[in-house]
């Protein structure tokens, strides 16, 4: 009788569910789970850490708990948003934390981490290309890199991309132009605040790990009275 049939149960583990990431992508693998008529819980932690940390707006280690309460005899996959909580441990330390689940299928997004399936994009091409663009269309010289945290694989592959689409144009990418954000368009204004101390911004292009930090940055600029794209490309 297919009205007694078991329903199917999957688990989504993520850093959280605000924001102009996890928020449009939760609230569609919801949408998802209720076509398919599965049971879909949602186990929202915050970025892993391999220790304590502490700061103004989060203790990491208290909100991942939750992840502690996920049987795998009680699901029938996991879906993990591999993107946001490896960003601060890196992908071997990650791994190593989803070995726990592995009794159950599972499906990584957007880092292959080598357990079950994965669902990512090429980070490394779409920047390098971006990095061409400024050079070969708009004859940029001179730029400075917002990325993510220093752990995310993504930015890793996302960086070595502008690079080297900058060093086949005969351009380097200077270690003193490379700022460390958390992705979110919040942090842009502290994360470049070095940069800015340096006086009147003499660069064409601050290219951002991803779209959230580079709202805040075009935000940043207009207020301290730069054109966007006329004195500095984003």
Known sequence: NIMNKKRKRIGFFTSQLEGD???PLWENIHIEAKKQNLDLIVYPGSNLL???KVNSDYLGVAYNEVFNFFNCNSFDGLIVSSGTLANV???DTYISFLQKYIKVPIVSLSIDVGIGSSI???NFI???LLAEHFVNDHNCSRFVFLSGTKGSPECK???SGFRAGLQGAGYELSEENIFYGDFNKECVEKTLAPLFQ???LDVDVIACANDSMAVGVIELLKQKGYQIP???KV
């Open 21 to 23: 990431f996890n928020g």
């Open 50 to 52: 391999t220790g304590l």
């Open 89 to 91: 441990i890196g992908v």
């Open 120 to 122: 990512s994009m090429d």
């Open 126 to 128: 779409g920047m390098k």
């Open 157 to 159: 592959e996302r960086m």
């Open 198 to 200: 340096r006086g009147h």
């Open 230 to 232: 006329e004195d500095i």
